[in-house]
C-alpha cells in the first residue's frame, strides 16, 4: 500500500491559497459563474499550477463544502442535554450568529449550493445533517415534554436560528444598506434582539 506523502511548506501554502481564492470566488459568483482562470489569479497562480493542486474547478468545490460542514455542524453539536434548555439554545443561536459576522463567504458558498439543489452536498446532507439534527431534535423534544421550555416544534425551531442568523451573512448588502449604510454594523443589536425573541418563544 502505498502511502501519501505529507504537503511541503510551498505545497501546503498553495493550497490553501487556492481554497481560500476559491471560497471568494465561490461565494460571489456561484459554482456555475466561477472559473478557473478567476480561482488561479485570485490565488497568485498560473491555471497549470492549480491543475497541478486540485484536477477541476468541482474539485475544489467539493473540498471547500466538506470542510464548511464540518464546520458549519459544530455549534449544534455542542447542543448539551444536560444544560439548562434556553441558555444552550440561546448559545447556539449566538455561535450562529457569530459564524454570519465572521464567516459570510463561508454562508453564501452553503447557501448557493443548497439553492442549487446541493448537486455536491446532497449525500453529505443525508449522512452527516440529518442525523445530527434528528438526535438533537429528540433533545429538543425531551425538554419540551418535560416542560422545560414552550412547546415549540424542533425541527422548525432550528430552521429558524438558520434562518434569522444566516440572514445577516447571506443578505449582508442589504441589511446594512438598510441600516444606514456599508459601514453599519448590524451584530450587536441583531444579538439583542435576537436574544430577546428566543427567550420569549422558548420560557414555558
Known amino acids: 500500500m502505498t502511502m501519501r506523502q505529507p504537503k511541503t511548506r510551498i505545497q501546503k501554502k498553495n493550497t490553501d491559497a487556492i481554497l481560500d481564492a476559491a471560497l471568494d470566488v465561490f461565494s460571489r459568483q456561484g459554482f456555475r459563474g ?41 455549534p449544534l453539536r455542542h447542543l448539551d442535554p444536560d444544560g439548562d434548555p434556553v441558555k444552550e439554545l440561546l448559545t447556539y443561536v449566538q455561535r450562529k450568529l457569530e459564524m454570519s459576522r465572521d464567516m459570510p463567504r463561508e454562508s453564501r458558498l452553503f447557501a448557493n449550493e443548497i439553492l442549487q439543489g446541493a448537486p455536491r452536498l446532497s449525500g453529505t446532507l443525508g449522512e452527516a445533517l440529518k442525523p445530527l439534527v434528528d438526535e438533537k431534535a429528540e433533545i429538543i423534544a425531551a425538554w419540551v415534554a418535560a416542560g422545560k421550555i414552550a412547546d415549540v416544534h424542533p425541527q422548525h425551531l432550528i430552521f429558524s436560528i438558520w434562518s434569522l442568523t444566516q440572514h445577516y451573512a447571506d443578505f449582508d448588502v442589504q441589511v446594512r444598506m438598510l441600516l444606514g449604510g456599508p459601514e453599519a454594523d448590524p451584530f450587536p443589536e441583531a444579538e439583542r434582539y435576537l436574544k430577546a425573541l428566543f427567550t420569549r418563544l422558548l420560557t414555558p
Open 34 to 74: 466561477a472559473t478557473l482562470d478567476q480561482i488561479a489569479k485570485a490565488a497568485g497562480l498560473s491555471k497549470p499550477n492549480l491543475l497541478y493542486y486540485f484536477p477541476s474547478k468541482e474539485a475544489i468545490h467539493v473540498t471547500l463544502l466538506s470542510q464548511l460542514m464540518d464546520l458549519w455542524l459544530d
